[in-house]
């Protein structure tokens, strides 16, 4: 059953960050949000949810937490000016950068915190469901209308709820399990596999700030910038997420290191299999997916605003998955379980930030959050 609950300066410069709007926050060097301390004398900035989808499946693998929620809320109000405050680039980006910045972190099995973060991960999914919104707001000729949708039922998040438990099981597993699940993220199905999903996200983001960007808004200028024939390589005008570079650093590492299996993994035997084939093959499937000519997912009557958010929310997700991939890589190239758990964690993440973000895009029962000071 459906459950209520109530209740980041990266200014590059006007010209390469394009319209700051929401993306015009900061980050503190203790941490993504530093301290959680506030003064309970001042006006307090609330979320307030609409119902979402949480049924007992969901139940058994994620745990509600309304205060760390809460205490994210205003860490989020004091590290974003009042003007940019948005409830989905609170849940879509915000939210999602806290979690990765913890998961992505080097384990050993064992984290009591990953119930309540994966249901971090499903509400910043799900509330996906703005952009239908935007969709439907944003009409273009021949778009559907009305859009097609169907309310989320508990079969809804089947296929989540049985990869979640797959990823938990790997986590807490012995260090050879770890090392494997890492190695074997990096393939898979389209969108599930971590390359093939970082080479789809990328080929979409720059489609969406190229081809089919907006008419009447702007397209920042290197915003996301990317070799699409070097593997996990891309470099954003937004403030990277601290994991990122980490990564990349060992991912390089790696690389040149005597024994490892680097190349091993990324060429196995060559062709369509290769980890550059199928990052390629995915680049080209997400810049196909949001051509213009796709009606239904088109962006063409976007105003400044609403293209701004989905320009910052899916280069948050893209770091993300970057990352993860990265890790994965680097852990499995040398066989370092601590690493390994590190990806395979944040692999857990990805699952219903993706899978719930496409229940929302469907849910034409879906409301919207807001937030209100109290």
Not at 166 to 171: D, G, K, S
Not at 183 to 199: H, K, P, V, W
Not at 208 to 235: C, Q, R
Not at 346 to 352: C, D, E, K, Q
Request: proline share 7%.
């Amino acid at each position: 059953m459906y459950n209520h609950i109530s209740r980041r300066a990266f200014f590059i410069g006007a010209v390469r960050a394009g319209a700051t709007g929401l993306a015009a926050t900061s980050l503190s060097r203790t941490g993504v949000f530093g301290s959680f301390a506030v003064a309970q004398s001042q006006p307090q900035l609330q979320l307030n949810l609409p119902p979402y989808p949480f049924f007992d499946n969901l139940r058994a693998v994620m745990t509600e937490n309304r205060d760390l929620l809460d205490r994210l809320v205003s860490a989020y109000a004091r590290a974003t000016p009042a003007a940019s405050q948005n409830p989905i680039d609170f849940l879509s980006r915000y939210v999602p950068v806290y979690v990765f910045e913890q998961t992505l972190q080097p384990s050993e099995p064992g984290d009591p915190s990953l119930p309540t973060l994966l249901w971090l991960m499903h509400l910043a999914g799900y509330f996906g469901v703005w952009l239908r919104d935007a969709f439907i707001r944003f009409p273009v000729p021949g778009s559907p209308n009305p859009r097609p949708g169907f309310p989320p039922t508990a079969n809804s998040f089947n296929a989540i709820v049985t990869r979640i438990n797959a990823v938990l099981t790997a986590f807490n597993g012995n260090d050879a399990g770890a090392i494997a699940y890492a190695e074997g993220s990096l393939r898979g199905a389209q969108l599930q596999g971590l390359t093939d999903s970082y080479g789809y996200n990328a080929g979409y983001l720059d489609q969406i700030l190229t081809g089919s960007k907006p008419t009447n808004a702007m397209a920042p200028v290197g915003y996301f910038i990317y070799n699409p024939t070097l593997l996990f390589e891309g470099t954003y005008a937004v403030e990277e997420i601290r994991p990122l570079d980490n990564w990349r650093r060992h991912a390089e590492q790696a690389a040149s290191r005597p024994g490892s299996r680097y190349a091993e993994i990324v060429n196995v035997v060559g062709g369509a299999d290769s980890l550059l084939a199928i990052q390629s093959a995915g680049v080209a499937r997400g810049k196909a997916t949001w051509q213009p000519q796709n009606v239904f997912l088109a962006i063409a009557n976007y105003d400044q605003p609403t293209y701004d958010l989905l320009l910052v929310t899916s280069a948050y997700f893209l770091q993300c998955i970057q990352a993860t991939g990265l890790a994965a890589l680097a852990a499995s190239a040398v066989g370092n379980a601590d690493w390994a758990r590190a990806a395979v964690r944040s692999n857990a993440m990805i699952v219903p930030y993706g899978g719930s973000y496409s229940v929302g895009l469907f849910d034409n029962t879906g409301q919207l959050p807001t937030f209100t000071m109290v």
